[in-house]
């Protein structure tokens, strides 16, 4: 009997934001972005490499940080948001400023590249195209509280989890 009356004690924390189809589709958006941006990275690294002057360890840093933000995006981490939109603000810039330079290297004279310069300028106006994609997704999700919870008994956790019951806000 006291166990009966341990379990039907028990406390279960929910996450309703998260259940929601319109929170999914923007996690799965934003790791999806920045996931895109990293690859937009390795490929714009590994093509320009040898000409890119002073930038290679900034890159290989916006890599690893967008790899690493996607993975706390992934779970649920509603912190990184803001981080992310503010990353991809600077690259935004440093996208933007560099594309007319890449275009203006594919005239004679410039020493080639691995990718034409003219492929690496396109890249460079897909890439910042992204980031302003990726900081209109990252707030839209920082709007959608993905840290709320609500706490319920278990007893009514379980009876309301078949019909999926409206969960009331608990005093903490």
Not at 94 to 109: L, T
Not at 122 to 145: H, P, T
């Amino acid at each position: 009997m006291a166990q009966a009356a341990r379990e039907s004690d028990e406390i279960i924390i929910e996450h309703p934001n998260r259940d929601k189809a319109g929170s999914r589709l923007t996690r799965l958006t934003v790791i999806g972005l920045l996931v895109v941006s990293a690859v937009l990275l390795i490929i714009l690294s590994v093509g320009g490499w040898e000409r890119t002057a002073g930038a290679k360890g900034l890159q290989v840093f916006y890599v690893v940080l967008y790899l690493g933000l996607a993975f706390f995006v992934g779970r649920w981490s509603r912190g990184v948001l803001p981080v992310a939109a503010a990353f991809a603000i600077i690259l935004f810039i440093f996208a933007a400023v560099s594309a007319p330079g890449w275009y203006d290297r594919a005239s004679d004279g410039f020493a080639e590249t691995t990718l034409e310069a003219e492929l690496i300028g396109l890249l460079c106006i897909v890439l910042a195209v992204v980031q302003i994609v990726l900081i209109v997704f990252a707030m839209r999700g920082f709007q959608q509280a993905w840290n709320v919870e609500v706490e319920r008994a278990r007893a009514e956790y379980e009876g309301g989890r078949g019909g999926r019951g409206v969960a009331q806000a608990a005093p903490a």
